[in-house]
């Protein structure tokens, strides 16, 4: 019976083959062995295609969301572990997320350092050093500290500094001038010691500009609040209206002087600029002196600008490049400089030394030139200065963007050679020509 029911469950295994699997003839089950006399299999190794499915699927699991719940309960084991460990992580890095410090070290491995950390300004009043979008509330702090100081001097400052508009503040200074003019050659004349504040001339030129009315009180106007005689409806009827008026104060009238001079110093005063600061830089030799990595600070448009721009340019080269003229080249490069408000530029000495420094794209080539002499031990030392391509700099009133030096470039620089074969002879050791606090402070261009 027993060998009856061996041979139909043969049977059965043979007509239940899988697809792709090769049907046999059925064969008779061999008869059991002791299972102490069984010897184990040995465990095969995975094939390669197993190996790649499970990398695979190992992979997916990683990249799943976090807020999914985990698929398996190693998973889960693992992602807790995770968690911890980053918790730990957080509170011995002062707070900052392991999160958060992985996307930096991405954002600086997916792009190279600038080459300059950004635009800088240094204050004229105060000497700070301020990045660029700083400037102007730094000056702005560093002016209305000055009031306590002088603010008559601080009123005219902020006339000029903070309208933007040069016509308009040509016409109100003008227009206040006038006012001062008139009260100091008729000071007998009350009528030019008040000025009405919704006098329409008053409204349209002068009190829509800033720091107008700081300047009216700190030469020694006030506020009163005056009748006015007018008219009704009935000629026949009038009565007494009040407005407000700007009246200079009596003891004003015994320094018209101080008047006459506040209103020189108005019309002669300049707006208050923030200087650009060069960040003037030495780098020792370095083959990477011709790479830039520029910050968004030295361009005119935003990032997204930048790129939309430039990918619109480059579909229209690709359609367009052998359709243009040489003008019509011409022309778009002239546009392209005229996106850059500054440059980068790096001279490279004939020992290798590496001076750098931050200029406007629309500052002159003499002014390079100046801060070259300015890092040399004896400025008077005759040299060139040769572009990309070994070009000349000979025209020193040309512009950076006029010459192509925007938004970055490399130069070269050349010294008189007979000048400096005199030098050597007469010199008693060799030593660099540049200044040694220069030196002394020399970085590693990276």
């Known amino acids: 019976m027993r060998k009856f029911f061996q041979e139909i469950k043969a049977d059965l295994k043979f007509k239940t083959a899988g697809p792709g699997q090769k049907l046999s003839e059925p064969s008779r089950a061999p008869k059991e062995k002791p299972k102490a006399e069984v010897a184990p299999k040995p465990r095969q190794a995975p094939t390669d295609e197993a190996q790649r499915a499970a990398a695979a699927a190992l992979a997916r699991l990683e990249l799943k969301p976090k807020g999914k719940a985990p698929s398996s309960s190693q998973e889960a084991i693992r992602s807790q572990v995770r968690k911890e460990l980053m918790a730990e992580a957080a509170a011995s890095e002062k707070e900052l997320s392991v999160e958060e410090k992985v996307r930096e070290e991405q954002e600086e491995e997916g792009a190279a350092a600038p080459s300059v950390s950004g635009v800088y300004f240094i204050c004229p009043l105060t000497g700070a050093i301020v990045r660029k979008d700083q400037k102007e509330k730094q000056l702005r702090e560093a002016i209305q500290a000055y009031s306590s100081v002088d603010p008559v001097a601080a009123s005219i400052m902020e006339i000029h500094t903070f309208n933007k508009d040069r016509e308009k503040v040509r016409v109100c200074v003008e227009t206040m001038a006038k006012y001062l003019d008139n009260i100091y050659l008729h000071p007998e004349e009350e009528k030019y010691r008040k000025i009405k504040l919704q006098n329409k001339v008053f409204q349209e030129r002068i009190s829509c500009l800033e720091g107008t009315h700081k300047f009216f009180q700190a030469v020694g106007f006030e506020t009163k609040t005056l009748p006015v005689p007018g008219q009704g409806k009935n000629s026949w009827l009038t009565w ?87 003008a019509m080249r011409e022309k778009e490069e002239q546009r392209e400089m005229r996106k850059y408000n500054y440059t980068l530029l790096r001279v490279r000495f004939p020992d290798g030394y590496i001076l750098q420094g931050t200029f406007y794209a629309r500052e002159s080539v003499s002014v390079l030139y100046n801060f070259v002499r300015e890092a040399l031990r004896d400025d008077w030392l005759p040299f060139e200065l040769l572009g990309p391509g070994g070009l000349k700099l000979t025209d020193e009133n040309l512009a950076f963007n006029e010459c192509g030096l925007v938004p970055s470039a490399l130069l070269s620089l050349a010294w008189d050679a007979a000048v400096m074969a005199d030098v050597e002879a007469a010199a008693e050791e060799q030593r660099s020509p540049l200044r040694p606090e220069l030196l002394a402070g020399a970085q590693t261009l990276s």
């Open 240 to 326: 007494k209206t009040t407005e407000e008026f700007y009246v200079l104060k009596e003891e004003m009238l015994s320094r018209l002087e101080e008047l006459k001079e506040c209103k020189e110093q108005l019309l002669s005063s300049e707006p208050v600029r923030a200087q650009l600061h060069r960040q003037p830089t030495l780098f020792r030799p370095s083959p990477a002196a011709a790479r830039f990595e520029l910050p968004h600070d030295f361009f005119s448009l935003t990032a997204e600008e930048l790129r939309r721009e430039q990918r619109l340019r480059t579909e229209a080269v690709e359609k367009a490049s052998m359709l243009r003229t040489r």
